[in-house]
């Protein structure tokens, strides 16, 4: 009797658990699926309000966003800027890490505090706007992929993840002859791919997304990224869909674009690109934000 009431209670707890993770996943999913069917959507009848299907399946949104010419310069420069400044990032980031571990490194613990602390304390958006500038980083390409060369946020998952690697690997290649370069380049990489691809997905989401240091420090239309380009159209979405109704209509099936259907498209066009990038990394993410995070 109470192996059965066992069972029950096991079952009933799987089924809850399986309904609420379901839930969970639809409630994350949905929305990228509701912008989607948005945009192929008669953007008229989308007005109306969409469940699960398009309503006048048509791509007129896409069509008249892929004719405007900035999308392009501006996908160029947030692609150059987001696998750039990841390069960057988990290059400086690894070999930082790698550093601080080393005892014989002098002031060692103050160093790695030092960079820790910023996870605590942010000067704030104007000393940085100041420093951005006495640096001569305004206008220049050089903005979106300097400053994020260092994380104390990747520096303490990277750190973690090595001191937690064996000793006795670099202690053998030491003996060998190996210096701190080589132990570095041909020990500590490749055992270190878990946190590496971890890093690899942050740094890569986070320079997709960043947009603020084009809007506040880049006025050149050659550097503006896809992300501003986002942010323009969601803040005059209205105007561009009133502004010149000849343009905004579609020849052959005279759809005129709204400015939700506007603002949906944008914001597809400028998810997707980042989504192709989990797949590609999801089998180290896991494993190596899980070890890289066990103790600072």
Not at 4 to 31: D, G
Not at 88 to 94: D, L, N, W
Not at 208 to 226: E, G, I, R
Not at 264 to 287: A, D, N
């Amino acid at each position: 009797m109470n192996t059965k009431r066992t069972n029950f209670m096991e079952t009933l707890f799987h089924s809850c658990n399986l309904a609420f993770f379901l839930i969970v996943a639809f409630a994350c999913t949905y929305p990228f699926y509701y912008i989607l069917i948005y945009t192929i959507s008669d953007p008229v009848k989308a007005a109306g309000g969409l469940l699960l299907l398009p309503k006048g399946l048509n791509f007129v949104n896409y069509e008249k966003l892929l004719q405007t010419p900035a999308l392009y310069s501006t996908a160029v420069i947030s692609i150059f800027r987001t696998v750039i400044g990841t390069i960057i990032t988990v290059a400086c980031c690894t070999f930082f890490s790698y550093i601080v571990t080393k005892q014989e490194l002098y002031f060692r613990k103050f160093i790695y505090r030092f960079v820790v602390i910023t996870l605590y304390f942010n000067a704030g958006l104007i000393p940085w706007y100041l420093t951005m500038r006495f640096m001569h980083l305004d206008n220049n390409f050089l903005l979106y992929v300097l400053p994020s060369a260092i994380s104390g946020f990747y520096i303490v998952l990277i750190k973690t993840y090595i001191e937690q690697l064996p000793a006795a690997l670099e202690e053998s290649a030491m003996m060998d002859g190996a210096g701190y370069w080589t132990v570095f380049n041909k020990i500590i990489v490749p055992l270190s791919l878990p946190i590496i691809a971890t890093i690899v997905v942050f740094a890569a989401v986070g320079q997709w997304n960043a947009w603020q240091d084009n809007y506040f420090l880049v006025s050149k239309p050659s550097l503006q990224t896809l992300q501003v380009m986002l942010y323009n159209y969601l803040n005059s979405a209205a105007a561009m869909a009133n502004m010149n109704p000849s343009d905004l209509l579609d020849k052959s099936a005279a759809h005129k674009l709204t400015p939700e259907s506007i603002k949906m498209t944008m914001t597809m066009i400028v998810t997707l690109p980042i989504l192709f990038v989990y797949p590609f990394m999801q089998r180290y993410f896991v494993k190596g934000i899980m070890l890289g995070a066990v103790k600072g």
